[in-house]
């Protein structure tokens, strides 16, 4: 005869607070036993409904990527939380004509650096932007379904064109896509674009066909429901799903005056460069 025994790994005690959220090294410390290595296997697609805890791990991430020299350009067609960062920090944008012109800038970006990567005194055969030092670029886009709405059928299918292309070109250039919606509809992501979404997350109460969009139809993985904020399932990119939470965000924590400050930094910090280059004081 033999026993057979089942068990149970506490992913909860692997929760970190926001302020152990370190992006380093093409990798974003979410867990302390998970990392995103977005150099490696990029584009996020972050699912849930309302109340499951997606707008605080948005900004978490912001807040992350603002600390080191990325370049964040932040979408909100629904004019909500993330639209309030324009108050504190440039390239956000919520109107349909600004950000259907972000993301074809955004695309124009990535194919100008892609060739002048190749013209790179330093440039070798395999390399990525880090190699060269240059700065990686991420386009954040809340409530991405919602926006598509907004579209005629031509400006979604030259949407959806964009950002196909910038998911299957972008890792090497160091484009990156982080995409947040209720529910990964195929209608809304065409032509093989969820496929390529590395780092999947899918927060809160969700429907068996809301896990099979975000993880694949053919899953075998029991998901249970616990009223727990912010925890939920991820899969960072190696077709393993395991249960998730979210970094811990104390609570009346100040996400607009943090992002504030350390955008008024960086942005003193540009200041100060482009007085040294010219030799002004």
């Known amino acids: 005869g033999y026993i057979e025994y089942t068990l149970l790994y506490d992913m909860i005690a692997n929760r970190i607070s926001i ?3 370190i992006a380093e090294n093409g990798g974003l410390r979410l867990m302390k036993n998970l990392v995103w290595e977005y150099d490696s296997l990029p584009h996020a697609l972050i699912c849930g409904g309302t109340g499951g805890g997606k707008t605080y791990f948005l900004l978490t991430i912001i807040e992350a990527l603002l600390r ?4 964040l350009y932040i979408l909100d067609p629904k004019n909500a939380d993330l639209a309030d960062l324009e108050t504190v920090m440039g390239n956000v944008y919520h109107t349909k004509d600004d950000m259907i012109e972000c993301v074809n800038a955004f695309y124009e970006g990535m194919v100008t650096r892609s060739e002048e990567m190749k013209l790179h005194p330093n440039y070798r055969t395999g390399e990525n932007y880090a190699y060269l ?3 990686p670029q991420f386009l954040i886009f809340d409530e991405y379904v919602a926006f598509l709405e907004m579209l005629t059928t031509k400006e979604s299918t030259s949407l959806l064109s964009q950002l196909k292309k910038i998911v299957m070109l972008g890792r090497q250039a160091g484009y990156f896509l982080i995409v947040a919606c209720q529910r990964p509809d195929a ?10 979404f590395n780092f999947r997350v899918g927060l809160g109460r969700m429907s068996e066909l809301g ?3 975000l993880f694949g139809s ?3 993985k029991q998901f249970f429901q616990k009223r727990i904020k912010g925890r939920g399932y991820c899969d960072v990119g190696t077709s393993v799903i395991s249960e998730f939470y979210t970094p811990l965000v104390p609570k009346g924590y100040d996400f607009l005056g943090t992002i504030g400050k350390l955008a ?13 280059a010219t030799g002004t004081d």
Do not use: S, W
């Open 187 to 196: 209608k809304y992501f065409g032509d093989g674009i969820r496929d390529n």
């Open 19 to 21: 302020d152990e959220v």
């Open 218 to 220: 053919d899953v075998k």
């Open 68 to 71: 080191t020299n990325a370049d």
């Open 264 to 276: 008024h930094i960086r942005q003193d910090g540009q200041v100060a460069c482009e007085a040294k």
């Open 133 to 135: 030092g240059l700065a």
């Open 211 to 213: 896990y099979g969009m």
